[in-house]
């Protein structure tokens, strides 16, 4: 199931981030996911598996200068605690925030991660 974040969930977000950015200073705060979940540009999206957050994914729709009034998304910050299921987790995620660029009417959705770098056009 995939839902969005909720200040309850920081613990699950604080573990999954620090398994996918290890060393790096990662400080999830309630707050902050409350102020994420009150904007209608942002969505923390989590994977729930058996009642057990296993993914995250972070979308953010962006003011674009170059169609009229459409906004473009990003995609980032993926983070995963699936074992196995990983690849089905990570691909649920992907396909929900391709839902949200195209309910929102965005002119692209642009995916970036830690290695890869991908730029997905003609979301119609």
């Not at 990983?86 to 929900?96: D, I, S, T, Y």
Request: proline residues 5%; contains cysteine; aromatic residues 6%.
């Amino acid at each position: 199931m995939i839902r969005q974040a909720r200040p309850e969930d920081r613990a699950a977000l604080q573990r999954l981030y620090e398994v996918a950015n290890p060393g790096a200073p990662v400080h999830v705060i309630a707050s902050r996911i409350e102020e994420i979940l009150e904007s209608p540009h942002h969505f923390l999206l989590l994977h729930e598996t058996e009642g057990r957050v296993d993914g995250t994914l972070f979308v953010t729709l962006c003011l674009d200068p170059m169609f009229g009034t459409l906004p473009f998304a990003v995609a980032e910050n993926v983070a995963l605690d699936a074992g196995e299921s990983g690849e089905e987790v990570r691909l649920k995620l992907f396909a929900e925030a391709e839902n949200i660029a195209r309910e929102h009417r965005s002119t692209k959705l642009m995916l970036f991660a830690k290695e890869v770098k991908v730029l997905r056009n003609d979301l119609s």
